[in-house]
């Protein structure tokens, strides 16, 4: 099982050159169940990578270009009167389907925006009182642009909060883009990428990451990390209760796909700046964007052993 | 003094920078534990009731006196044990002004056991006492008078325990490796603007020329002051409240505070900067900070503010 | 400091700190009331009450008038009820006013700690007067109280807990009890650095130095405990038992008493015969500087010698329960050769008084010119005659010996020695009173004799060459039951043991259970004497002698320390408990192979993970890279993967990797 988890990597990191960290991270937090939060300028690779993953993984794939005039209802779905039947037949959104990106998600209006939240963090949809499930799996990987382009509307932080990662692809390395400039774009290959798992292979997977080991001694590092994060001045704000679990649940998918069943520190190490990063602020920069520098604080200071 | 010897605290603890995180744990390296007054009185009581013992050969005043000697016996295990094993965190301290009190944060965790009576301070004469629960911590802040802008140092921290008889006091001298930034003390003056800023003095003469699509910032809640003009009539049509159109710095409006073109000894002109730096932030205002050797801005905002004040309070240190 | 310190000596007493102050002065004032003057107790309850309307600020604290006033006052009033203010007795009045007065004045910490140190001096002085299992075990609670007072003084949220606070003192105090026994085991009883009266006892019963007609058969209506006997082999016979205290040669027609000359430096000729008896006495305190003892007897205290009359001496009178040793020769010649001044003592009689008897006797000496005969001749009339042994004898006048030979003939043992003292004196025969106590009552619980005050007697010793002093006892032959089983078989169903002490255990030995108790319970408080009280100088150097062999105190000395040292070291594992942090056997490792590789210079970052700081020291010391990656590895899978190794195996792989890499990196 963790043979082809390998060859899945390896195959989008054909399609995706030089970004083997992110998209390993990327598939770290769609085997813990999370949902990944792009954020980079436009044109870095975000959609080829959601692609290819669905691609590989075997997951339906669906695109839902989020824009200001983007209304809850077209994610969704809604009720069409259907003259034949003469009843109102429901149409379902985009949002159902295994594997969604949510493009340019700090376009969309706040109303729109928390309609896929929800979803998100619920798993179902209630529309005209009726309770529609997702499919299974079911992963959204939302992108957004940095905050400083205008007419966008960040995501607070309770939404940010619901995305188990923020990853940021950056710039290709030098070789990388100079092979991408000589071979062409990664996304006219994704059609060659073939299925390496199915809906069952992945599900099975998904269960067994709950069951990687967490000893007592990685959960006491764990705290050190959240209680630092608590406790020194330099944090707006500290960890939630629902940023370790997170934190411990990436850490065991990590440790998973490194093909270990128990979680060393460096695990958690590996997780945190995606993890943490979106949910830590400094306190001298409410404003700002990131945990950075906080992240690269907390893996330097809290004693790892 | 005793207390002079700090051996095995140093390499833990260098004072550079805060290495807070990992703190100190308190192990016989670095506890020092001695007879304190009330046990030196203790003492001179034990030989008297001995001396009383020998003289009238009584076995029971023995049994008292010896009694009493190992329970000041064990009362050395029980004080030892009272600061043995517990960890400190230095926490960063906040900035603050000069003539303010700095405050250090430290943070206490004990082990499996309680520990009653902690006392904590920059010297045995002013201490502050904690009771710590067992797998408990505590917060404590350490203040220290600030006199001066510039980095203060935390000088180092006692940590002491008398408990539970109060016979012994077991101390350790702790290097927290703190420091504190101290920004100059604001001090009201007049300012003498720099050349070619002077006609966007006043407030309400300010245009809100520029009104182009790449200087919209966004939207922000509306604050008192704030013109009217920049209100977002429509959002406010919606119900979402008052919002202000944000606008970017508009060139050529903003202050220059430069350092040179001020009279008076430089820490007078430091606090003046000071004070315009804090004022012109509070109004929003872009502003340069001109210092001999760097310059910040133009820029507004809490970074840029916070910067500034960075840059006056370590301006001719070097940090 | 000097600030700091005073500083917090001078904030307020907290007021658990006060409760307890208040309980323990209670507690200690309590045991001392039976030799406090009664107005100490209304002082105590003044100030406490003032003290209690101080803390709720319905009082203010006494002015510097007041408070000399008040000392003034109770100097005085010690001065008035002791006549004086030196001594042991007006000390103690005054230490424990000291103790009471300071509590009104008590406004800080330091005061407070002035009263808890008061508080342990007058708890000790306490033991000076009562020393009994059950007052030592009572003094445990004043110290536990002023320890938890002493606690209570610290600023804590434990010490604002009263109970808690009584814990943690009783914990100390057992903590400390184990150290306590070492030391009062190991620590020398010097001798005392000067002399200091003890506590007088008042209201002693006992032996006087004088004997009149009457006086012993007042003491045998007392039940109080003379002094008990332990004996090192079997018990002799009832009738050996006869135990010296005084020898009185001086008669002046009614009262024998002593003679100062026999205090004599010199000591008298005797020598040693037959089997000896070796014994040892806890003597009750008796405010006497004699000692009892068989005879002839040796040893005993250091200052105790044997004086010219045979009676055993010492320098202070006894005014606490004291052990001795002692060795006698029953079957001893006593001065073979008389000395001429002895011989001349023996034979004193008033110039007139008692014709009758004058007469008596030289017509018996005309009947006998043997005085082996004279005096069995006497005996005889005693026995044949009827005379009458009782408590209770008739009031004699001026010619005391002549009324109870001839006319009551109903007597004590006094009448009867007096009477053959008197007798042999005037028939030539050198002759004195002895008294002291005669028998004991055995206690099968502790294999020991119990003497009692009620077993006093007085027997008489007579001289002649080539015995020397042969001991005689005329009661013998009017009941030889007294002698042989003791005083309440003698007095019979018809006079009253003990009838006038209805409290007196003694009196009930006829209830069986009861009589058992009584004994067990003396037995305990033998034992006590003996091992607690009685562990002085000679006792603990036997003590020790029989546990270490000889008493070499360089060894003992070492002995102590060591054992001090190991108590402690015990305690302290108690305390701390080391292997409660077992667990952390593995960080423990993984800190000496951080060591190990530090000396290489290869140091971790706190928030380096082990792998990671493996990594890097595997490429640094590419040679030992294997061993550096099996420590990790198997430190991860213990700590991280919870796999139960072999224990030890990660102990192994350091160590392999510790013989592999040389001690400093040559390298650098």
Redesign the interface.
Known sequence: MRARLESCLQSIDRVLLGKELQVRLALTCLLARGHLLLEDLPGMGKTTLSHALARVLGLGFQRIQFTADLLPGDILGTSVFDKESAQFVFHPGPIFCELILADEINRATPKSQSALLEAMEEGQVTIEGATRPLPSPFFVIATQNPVTQGGTFALPESQLDRFLMRLSLGYPARAAEKALLLAGSGRQRLPELEPVLDHAALAAIQAEIPRVRVSDALVDYVLRLVEATRSQPQFAWGLSPRGSLALLAAARAWAYLAGRDYVIPEDVQAVLPAVAGHRLRERADPAGQGGGTLVQWLLREVAAV | MLAESLKGVRPRWPGRIV?????VRLDRSCIFIVP???GL??GV?LL??L?????????????????????F???V??TY?NL?GLRL?A????ALFAGGQARF?I?LDSD?R?R??LALGW?????Q?H?LPAEGSA?VELSLPAPRRGWLPAPRLRVES??????MVAWSWIDPGQRALVYPQPLAGDLPLSAGAQEAAEDEGRQACGEG??D???LRAYRPGDSKRRLDWKAYSRGRGLLVKDFAALEGSEFCLDFSALAGDGESRLSLLCHWVLDLSERQRPFVLQLPGQRLGPNS???HR?ACLRALALYGEAS | MTTAKSGAALQPIPRVGLTWLLVAQLLVVLPHLGHLPLWIVGLWLGCAAWHIQIFRMRAPYPNGWIKAGLMLGTGFGVYLSRGGLIGLEAGVVLLIAAFILKLVEMRSRRDALVVIFLGFFALATAGLFEDGILAALYYLLPLAALLAALIGLQQSALAADPWATLRLAGSLLLQAAPLMLLLFLFFPRIEPLWSLPGPRERGVTGLSDSMTPGDIAELGQSGALAFRASFEGPLPERSRLYWRALTLEHFDGRRWSQVPEAAQVEPPLWEKRGAPLAYSIVMQPSNRPWLYSLDVAEGGPDDARLLADFRLQQRRPVTRPQLYRLTSWPDAQREPEGSVPALQRALQLPERGNPQSRAWAAELRRRHPEPEALVQALLGHFGREAFHYTLKPPRLGRDSVDEFLFATRRGFCEHFSSAMTFVLRAAGIPARVVTGYQGGEFNPAGNYLLVHQFDAHAWVEYWQPPRGWTTVDPTFQVAPERIERGLQQALGEEQGFLEEAPLSLARYRSIDWLNRLRLSWDNLNYGWQRWVLGYQGEQQMQVLRSWFGKADLRLLGLTAVAAVAATLLLVALWLFKPWRREGDAQQRLFQRFEKLLARHGLYRAPGEGPRAFAERAAQRLPDHAGAIRTFVELFEAQRYGGQQGAPGELGRALRQLRRALPWRSGEE
Do not use: K, W
């Open positions: 290495r807070a995180a990992g703190g304190s007054r009330v009185a203790f009581a008297l009731m001396l009383a013992a020998i003289n009238y050969r009584n076995n029971l005043a023995y049994v008292l006196t010896f009694l009493l000697g190992s329970v016996m064990v009362g295990l029980h044990r043995a965190q926490g960063a301290p906040a944060p943070r499996g309680a009653q009576a010297s045995s004469g002013d201490l006492l009771d917060s008398r408990f539970p008889l109060g016979l699509v790449d919209y910032q966004g905002g809490e970074a916070e």
